[in-house]
T-cell receptor, first 113, second 112 residues
Framework: RKEVEQDPGPFNVPEGATVAFNCTYS??????FFWYRQDCRKEPKLLMS???SGNEDGRFTAQLNRASQYISLLIRDSKLSDSATYLC??????????????FGKGTKLSVKP | DGGITQSPKYLFRKEGQNVTLSCEQN?????MYWYRQDPGQGLRLIYY???????QKGDIAEGYSVSREKKESFPLTVTSAQKNPTAFYLC???????????FGPGTRLTVL
């Protein structure tokens, strides 16, 4: 199983649609989870951290399911400006020692008028 | 403004030449990282440093070298031993290994 795995997409959705991305991770001891957004030919930017209780930031909702080892990102009322690649990021924990963040390859979202 | 800067934005070099990419941060972060991204691919970790005067190899360190003489600076040298150096290079920093990382704008290196 890959350390962090995402559906590469692309997800093509109309404006106003609700879209959800899932990401699975292999290390059951992982403690830190994030979603990043990367626009074409730009650097990744932190979108939101993912907390155990789930968290919401405007139209964006992130959820963590530790039992099944996946995190999700829900985008409501999609805007054209949401078009980007969304990266799932998880820290690795080996033998009780918190390790580096591992970046998924990303899911591409394209929002159409 | 606090942030992380990389220079130059675009860099062209002839095959066989070493080249050094700059990365500076004024966020007072302990940890710094170098990643490589190829078209349509994910980020791959080259080197990282948790503290001044210490650094560790990432997944693809061969053909690269780094130094961390100051907390603010983490330059990356792409040596002639790197077989396919043309790529988008991203530098990042974080308070610690487990924390969210903040990225610089990247350097696009093209080796002719």
């Amino acid at each position: 199983r890959k350390e962090v795995e995402q559906d590469p997409g692309p997800f093509n959705v109309p404006e106003g649609a609700t879209v959800a991305f899932n990401c699975t991770y292999s290390n059951s001891a992982s403690q830190s989870f994030f979603w990043y957004r990367q626009d074409c030919r730009k650097e990744p930017k932190l979108l939101m951290s993912v907390y155990s209780s789930g968290n919401e930031d405007g139209r964006f909702t992130a959820q963590l399911n530790r039992a099944s080892q996946y995190i999700s990102l829900l985008i409501r009322d999609s805007k054209l400006s949401d078009s980007a690649t969304y990266l799932c990021v998880v820290n690795m924990n080996y033998g009780g020692s918190q390790g580096n963040l591992i970046f998924g390859k990303g899911t591409k979202l394209s929002v159409k008028p | 403004d606090g942030g992380i800067t990389q220079s130059p934005k675009y860099l062209f070099r002839k095959e066989g030449q070493n080249v050094t990419l700059s990365c500076e941060q004024n966020l007072n972060h302990d940890a710094m990282y170098w990643y490589r991204q190829d078209p349509g691919q994910g980020l791959r970790l080259i080197y990282y440093s948790q503290i001044v005067n210490d650094f560790q190899k990432g997944d693809i360190a061969e053909g690269y070298s780094v130094s961390r003489e100051k907390k603010e600076s983490f330059p990356l040298t792409v040596t002639s031993a790197q077989k396919n150096p043309t790529a988008f290079y991203l530098c990042a920093s974080s308070p610690g290994l487990n924390n969210e990382q903040f990225f610089g704008p990247g350097t696009r290196l093209t080796v002719l």
